[in-house]
């Protein structure tokens, strides 16, 4: 399984980016997708997920502001954000896992993370 984010960088508050998360070795389409993020200073916290009937689930803190979706036929799941804030630097990871998780570490699979600054 392999997990491997991209869209990261840096961006003035207010800005947007958009993270992808391109995904192998399971079947992508039957997946629970989601991203989580670490932001200094903080332990790891789950920020979105979109199941495998398309159900989509935000934190309060993003909510308004981030859009998760998926394409099933490129295997790719993506995670537009929206009117960033200096709060939300930190390093964002792409999740995988096969049931319907509930926490986060109740997710399978992790990516590398890929890095997010918000600052001017």
């Known amino acids: 399984v392999q997990l491997a984010e991209s869209g990261g960088g840096l961006v003035q508050p207010g800005g947007s980016l958009r993270l992808s998360c391109a995904a192998s070795g399971f079947t992508f389409s039957t997946y629970a997708m989601g991203w989580a993020r670490q932001v200094p200073g903080k332990q790891q916290e789950w920020v979105s997920a979109i199941y495998s009937n398309n159900n989509t689930y935000y934190r309060d803190f993003v909510k308004g502001r981030f859009t998760i979706s998926r394409d099933n036929a490129k295997n790719t799941v993506y995670l537009q954000m929206n009117s960033l804030k200096p709060d939300d630097t930190g390093v964002y990871y792409c999740?995988?896992?096969?049931?319907?998780?509930?926490?986060?570490?109740?997710?399978?699979?992790w990516g590398q993370g890929t890095q997010v600054t918000v600052s001017t």
């Open positions: 999740l995988a896992d096969s049931g319907s998780p509930n926490r986060l570490y109740q997710y399978e699979y």
